[in-house]
């Protein structure tokens, strides 16, 4: 069974910073698309960044300038660095990965359970 486990949400003031982690367990084949989604009170979730295995990137313009997207494939990690946060950044953080595990040989989209980040004074 893909686990997905997030670390790293906490409360921060505006302006601060956060690195959030989100690493696959279990058996793992192999690793397509990585990406981090957030979920605010009231609202839909939404892609904030996404990455691909050869580590192309694609960010929401709301984050754009402000977070980075990185992945390392051996350790099966993707991280998520944001800098100079605002209180409309507060949300559930979630990681998504497309996943193929030697069982089936097809990809599949796993989540995680999510990490809250607070964002205020």
């Known amino acids: 069974q893909v686990q997905l486990v997030e670390s790293g949400g906490g409360l921060v003031q505006p302006g601060g910073s956060l690195r959030l982690s989100c690493a696959a367990s279990?058996?793992?084949?192999?690793?397509?698309?990585m990406g981090w989604y957030r979920q605010a009170p009231g609202k839909q979730r939404e892609l904030v960044a996404a990455i691909t295995r050869s580590s192309t990137t694609n960010y929401a313009d709301s984050v754009k300038g402000r977070f980075t997207i990185s992945r390392d494939n051996a350790k099966s990690t993707v991280y998520l660095q944001m800098n100079s946060l605002k209180p409309e950044d507060t949300a559930v953080y979630y990681c998504?990965?497309?996943?193929?595990?030697?069982?089936?040989?097809?990809?599949?989209?796993?989540w995680g359970k999510g990490t809250l980040v607070t964002v205020s004074s």
């Open positions: 998504n990965a497309n996943i193929v595990t030697p069982k089936t040989y097809n990809a599949m989209d796993y």
């Open positions: 279990a058996n793992i084949f192999s690793i397509n698309a």
